[in-house]
């Protein structure tokens, strides 16, 4: 069973703080991981892939990969109110994606 | 800016009752997905097509929904009848080229049975 694990939340972060938010996954063999945005009643939206170990910036946003400990990261620095949203990670198996239940980020003015 | 197009965008229909939901999507992606999300969780795949072919419909409830993709480019999901337990955001999302994994959503259709 593929599994991707997220903490549900709700993080609390203050406003121009640094948000981390971490997902881990079962599949030693996963190769392309992604962040998506999704906020409430929304579709879900795509912010970020990566797919080597390490770190990819984006703006004010920073995924990390850490394959060997099977777990990715989103740092969102300077936060805003408008980052408030549930964020899915989403790990490609074979040719699908397993996603996890997301984690519900709250940014506080 | 090339996006997925669903409509309708909110359903409310009474159990026992045929619905469907259409997706376009982005213009040369191949592959269509259908998901289905429950509030608090993360997309489920319903169906996943490449062109008109069906992928995998593992995670289909074959004996009320049913998915087609005729000519290869847009899509529609059918459920008949529909149960209280369909109520949910129905989500389609396309993927380009071979090699790329990134998936791309439309609004999502918003399913109420009553």
């Known amino acids: 069973q593929k599994e991707v694990e997220q903490n549900s939340g709700p993080l609390s972060v203050p406003e121009g703080a640094i948000a981390s938010l971490n997902c881990t996954y079962s599949d030693r063999g996963s190769q392309s991981f992604f962040w998506y945005r999704q906020y409430s009643g929304k579709s879900p939206e795509l912010i970020m892939f990566?797919?080597s170990n390490g770190d990819k910036e984006d703006g004010r946003f920073t995924a990390q990969l850490n394959k060997a400990s099977q777990y990715v990261s989103l740092l969102i620095r300077d936060s805003q109110p408008s980052d408030s949203a549930t964020y899915l990670c989403a790990v490609k198996f074979n040719y699908q994606l397993i996603w996890g239940a997301g984690t519900k980020l709250i940014i506080k003015p | 800016e090339a996006e997925v197009a669903q409509s309708p965008r909110y359903k409310i229909t009474e159990k026992s009752q045929a619905v469907a939901f259409w997706c376009d999507p982005i213009?040369?992606?191949?592959?269509l997905y259908w998901y289905r999300q429950i509030l608090g969780q993360g997309p489920e795949l319903l169906v996943q097509f490449q062109d008109e072919s069906v992928v995998d419909d593992s995670q289909l409830p074959k004996d009320r929904f049913s998915a087609e993709r005729l000519k290869g480019v847009d899509s529609t999901l059918k459920i008949q009848p529909a149960e209280l337990g369909d109520s949910a955001m129905y989500l389609c999302a396309s993927r380009g080229a071979s090699g790329r994994a990134e998936q791309y959503f439309g609004p999502g259709t918003r399913l109420t049975v009553t």
């Open positions: 990566i797919y």
């Open positions: 213009s040369g992606h191949a592959t």
